[in-house]
């Protein structure tokens, strides 16, 4: 089965204490994170979606997922902010 945005959105499922994003797909647990390239060419930090120009598998997966355009208004998205503004901006939980 190949890993799509998509089915990563699909079974989006919550955020890791180090702030990465797990997904559990066909009863396999998938820990990703959206990427950008750094401007000095080593590495890619992590970032939001909107920022982000691939998503990286984590931990015990390596590869590289393709942004979806068809998948900018999915509903993980916007729960994605929603809990990092929480964890980390300016919105406190309740």
């Known amino acids: 089965m190949k890993i799509t945005e998509k089915k990563l959105?699909?079974?989006?499922c919550g955020q890791t204490v180090g702030f990465d994003w797990v997904s559990i797909i066909d009863g396999t647990r998938i820990i990703f994170a959206y990427r950008?390239?750094?401007?000095?060419g080593i590495g890619a930090c992590v970032c939001s979606r909107?920022?982000?120009?691939?998503?990286?598998?984590?931990?015990?997966?390596?590869g590289d997922i393709e942004l979806?355009?068809?998948c900018d208004n999915h509903a993980a998205v916007d729960n994605m902010?929603?809990?990092d503004a929480e964890r980390c901006g300016d919105e406190l939980p309740g």
């Open 9 to 12: 959105l699909d079974g989006f």
């Open 36 to 40: 950008r390239g750094n401007d000095d």
């Open 50 to 62: 909107d920022r982000a120009d691939r998503i990286t598998l984590e931990n015990d997966r390596h």
């Open 68 to 70: 979806d355009p068809a």
């Open 81 to 83: 902010s929603k809990i």
